[in-house]
């Protein structure tokens, strides 16, 4: 692996970054760079991915055939990275870069030929049912039910915590095909369009005050045996795969790297009575601390780009990224919540003085600091909490 970049490596940054600013509006970028969610707004997504499906460069590391380009890792990560620089809005992950792997490595070809290219243009919007009341991080005590009637399962349950199940039209479930065996042996992978008879979503609205999550009920739900993926009673296998991409198949580092230069430019405008805090050795050095951190899950990243060049899959170091990332995110928010302070407490920079209503004080970028430390403590749960990756680390990568 050469994490060199070479003079073709610059050529392509060049095109890149032509690309970025002819394509990306000011408009996308404002409201990219507001965005306190886990996902970017779908409108802002879906408008962003037609964008880039024009140009052929939506989903780089997706077969040629299916729409991926040949890049090599280092112009993927250069690609991330001028993304993130420009602030481009985040690709909605659930189709794109959860389930399409999935499809390549276990769809038959009739569900390729089907969904793949639906997930590209963004015809198809999905979510992820995996997680239900009682069965998070002990995923495999799973109990919605599908039961085989004729041609069909017939689908009995409830999922939880389901994002964007608000927004989407199909549903890629784990469901219970047999309670006779161990847990992990009777679970199926089903695809689920979210518009069949029986099927409600209701939602859930966080502590950030934000509707980013749903349940959604299935009640006799009449799926057909086609949509599923994988052998019957093998999901199991087809689940994880899919969280090795959801942990740890995209590039972080990229972004967390503009992250820390905006936390950098808050400090050095922030003080602590007279001094910028970012001459505050204590402050500077834990910023340091994560600039560092940030350099190994960047390494990381690139060694995971190469494997996936070569077909491969994250593997389980993916649960060593994803929690380096969080890691890193959620101290990157603390430590501007602490440079913002008060400033940072919702509409606390809209305050009335002497009087005068709607004066602002405080500068606008602490307006979206306290949503965003919110919200990113939901990243140690999502996708598998912090405690369940160090159990894979544990056992998968260290052996131990
Ligand atoms: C914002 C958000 C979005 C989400 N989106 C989705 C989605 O789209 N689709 C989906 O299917 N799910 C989704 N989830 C669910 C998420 O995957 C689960 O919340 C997560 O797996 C944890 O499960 P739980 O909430 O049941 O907590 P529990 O499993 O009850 O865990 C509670 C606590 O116990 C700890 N713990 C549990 N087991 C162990 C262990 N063996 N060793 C050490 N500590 C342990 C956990 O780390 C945690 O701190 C989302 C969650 C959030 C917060």
């Known amino acids: ?42 409108d802002l997504a879906m408008k962003w991915q037609e964008i880039l499906v024009e140009k052929g460069w939506a989903v780089p590391a997706w077969p040629v055939e299916h729409g991926g380009v040949a890049w090599t890792p280092n112009q993927k990560y250069i690609w991330g990275q001028e993304c993130a620089k420009s602030h481009a809005p985040g690709l909605i992950p659930l189709g794109l870069r959860m389930l399409a792997p999935v499809l390549f490595k276990y769809g038959t070809p009739e569900q390729k030929a089907e969904y793949l290219p639906k997930i590209l243009s963004g015809e198809q919007y999905w979510c992820q049912g995996y997680s239900e009341p009682g069965s998070g991080s002990d995923l495999s005590s799973l109990k919605t039910s599908a039961v085989k009637d004729g041609d069909d399962y017939v689908v009995n349950g409830t999922k939880i915590w389901t994002t964007h ?137 690139l060694m995971t780009l190469e494997k996936l060049s070569k077909g491969g899959s994250p593997g389980p170091s993916s649960s060593l990224a994803k929690n380096s990332s969080v890691d890193i995110n959620q101290e990157i928010n603390t430590l501007k919540l602490e440079a913002v302070h008060y400033y940072g407490l919702p509409n606390a920079n809209k305050i009335s003085l002497n009087g005068h209503n709607d004066e602002w004080v405080g500068e606008s970028y602490s307006e979206t600091v306290t949503s965003r430390y919110i919200n990113s403590r939901a990243s140690s749960v999502f996708g598998g909490s912090r405690e369940v990756q160090k159990n894979i680390i544990a056992k998968a990568v260290l052996g131990l």
């Not at 392509?12 to 969610?37: G, H, I, Q």
Request: glycine share 6%; aromatic share 8%.
């Open 1 to 42: 692996m050469n994490i060199e970049f070479s003079a073709e490596d610059e050529v392509f940054r060049e095109e890149v970054k032509n690309f970025l600013s002819t394509n990306l509006t000011d408009e996308m970028r404002r409201e990219a760079e507001r965005t306190t969610t886990v996902f970017a707004d779908k």
């Open 165 to 301: 199940a608000h927004f989407a039209d199909h549903i890629f479930c784990l469901v219970r095909t047999d309670t006779g065996v161990k847990p992990q042996a009777g679970i199926t992978f089903l695809l689920i369009p979210l518009d069949m008879p029986g099927i409600t979503v209701k939602p859930i609205i966080t502590i950030a005050d934000d509707h980013e999550v749903n349940q959604v009920f299935f009640d006799d739900v009449r799926v057909p045996q086609s949509n599923r993926v994988g052998p019957e009673n093998e999901g199991w296998t087809v689940a994880k795969y899919l969280l090795e991409f959801e942990r740890g198949g995209g590039g972080a580092a990229a972004g967390i790297r503009e992250s820390i230069e905006s936390l950098k430019s808050v400090a050095s405008k922030e003080c602590d009575g007279q001094m910028p805090l970012m001459n505050d050795p204590s402050f500077a050095g834990r910023v340091a601390e994560l600039e560092i951190r940030n350099e190994a899950l960047h390494l990381q990243e």
